[in-house]
């Protein structure tokens, strides 16, 4: 699987660029996207599914090009959890799903078994029976990423898929994600850095329509790996200095003192030392470097 995007713009009618020059390949595993809200990562996944059409600019999909008379086609293979989901609130979590399998043209004794199987791994089994529209948020979010998942896609698309979950359910997602990840290809978008830190070994990031970065996680780390510090300090005039010219990405208290952690291009004015970078720590730097 294969999908390239080159030179992809997409503008809206009220002049909104979205996206803007867009180039990046999509490798097979799973790529995380991460930006900032408006960043375009909404954008670029409706573009992918076949919602909205590229103003400029090309999309392939193993060499299929991205034009009306290709979606038919191009839907086929892939599977896409919008951010904002709405499923047959009168149908339970069973009939919403064999409902979706059978407008996807799935066998029915197949379709059952894949429901089974994918309601045991997200642990909705013992809530088949409710309707959609008694469901919590996250409840829902799992119904949408099994219904994005029935029809064993190449291309899975999925926006905030762990969106409301507890920290066992993101794991279990997590890792189902990975499993079906093999030999084929997940684009991933979320706000949760943890989540892409523990599934993703490329990711993109998007900053106001351009791409900002594409590469590997490992690279992106090593890149901020001697601007991430660590300073201890007593004074709270210290920490509204620390606050007023550095980006914190963490707080903590040790001892009596305030253990703050920072992102700098430069060594801080005020004691401190160089740390371990985590992929929060090197978005943070990426966005504020550019």
Same mark, same amino acid.
Request: hydrophobic fraction near 35%; aromatic fraction near 6%.
């Given at each position: 699987?294969?999908?390239?995007?080159?030179?992809?713009?997409?503008?809206?009618?009220?002049?909104?660029?979205?996206?803007?020059?867009?180039?990046?390949?999509?490798?097979?595993?799973?790529?995380?996207?991460?930006?900032?809200?408006?960043?375009?990562?909404?954008?670029?996944?409706?573009?992918?599914?076949?919602?909205?059409?590229?103003?400029?600019?090309?999309?392939?999909?193993?060499?299929?090009?991205?034009?009306?008379?290709?979606?038919?086609?191009?839907?086929?293979?892939?599977?896409?959890?919008?951010?904002?989901?709405? %499923?047959?609130? $009168?149908?339970?979590?069973?009939?919403?799903?064999?409902? =979706?399998?059978? !407008? /996807? +043209?799935?066998? *029915? @004794?197949?379709?059952?078994?894949?429901?089974?199987?994918? %309601?045991?791994? $997200?642990?909705?089994?013992?809530?088949?029976?409710?309707? =959609?529209?008694? !469901? /919590? +948020?996250?409840? *829902? @979010?799992?119904?949408?990423?099994?219904?994005?998942?029935?029809?064993?896609?190449?291309?899975?698309?999925?926006?905030?898929?762990?969106?409301?979950?507890?920290?066992?359910?993101?794991?279990?997602?997590?890792?189902?994600?990975?499993?079906?990840?093999?030999?084929?290809?997940?684009?991933?978008?979320?706000?949760?850095?943890?989540?892409?830190?523990?599934?993703?070994?490329?990711?993109?990031?998007?900053?106001?329509?351009?791409?900002?970065?594409?590469?590997?996680?490992?690279?992106?780390?090593?890149?901020?790996?001697?601007?991430?510090?660590?300073?201890?300090?007593?004074?709270?005039?210290?920490?509204?200095?620390?606050?007023?010219?550095?980006?914190?990405?963490?707080?903590?208290?040790?001892?009596?003192?305030?253990?703050?952690?920072?992102?700098?291009?430069?060594?801080?004015?005020?004691?401190?030392?160089?740390?371990?970078?985590?992929?929060?720590?090197?978005?943070?730097?990426?966005?504020?470097?550019?």
């Amino acid at each position: 699987m294969s999908i390239h995007i080159k030179d992809l713009t997409v503008t809206f009618r009220n002049g909104v660029t979205a996206i803007n020059h867009a180039n990046l390949e999509i490798p097979t595993g799973i790529l995380g996207l991460l930006g900032e809200n408006g960043a375009g990562k909404t954008t670029l996944m409706r573009v992918l599914a076949t919602i909205l059409k590229p103003v400029k600019g090309t999309v392939t999909l193993d060499e299929i090009l991205y034009k009306e008379e290709n979606y038919e086609k191009i839907q086929r293979k892939i599977g896409y959890l919008p951010q904002e989901i709405d %499923l047959y609130p $009168t149908l339970t979590v069973r009939e919403c799903l064999e409902y =979706m399998g059978n !407008l /996807s +043209g799935i066998d *029915k @004794r197949e379709c059952r078994k894949r429901i089974d199987y994918y %309601l045991e791994k $997200t642990s909705l089994a013992d809530h088949q029976k409710k309707k =959609m529209k008694q !469901l /919590s +948020g996250g409840m *829902k @979010r799992r119904v949408g990423l099994i219904q994005a998942l029935l029809n064993e896609p190449d291309f899975l698309i999925i926006d905030e898929p762990t969106t409301g979950l507890d920290p066992e359910e993101r794991i279990r997602i997590r890792n189902l994600l990975v499993d079906f990840s093999e030999n084929r290809t997940v684009l991933f978008s979320t706000h949760v850095v943890e989540d892409l830190a523990a599934t993703c070994n490329c990711l993109a990031v998007m900053k106001k329509g351009f791409i900002l970065y594409a590469g590997s996680v490992r690279e992106l780390i090593e890149e901020a790996n001697n601007h991430t510090w660590i300073c201890k300090t007593v004074s709270e005039e210290q920490v509204r200095e620390l606050e007023k010219n550095y980006h914190i990405t963490s707080k903590q208290y040790e001892n009596g003192e305030l253990q703050v952690k920072l992102v700098s291009e430069t060594k801080p004015s005020v004691a401190c030392m160089q740390t371990s970078t985590t992929l929060e720590d090197a978005y943070i730097y990426l966005m504020n470097k550019n």
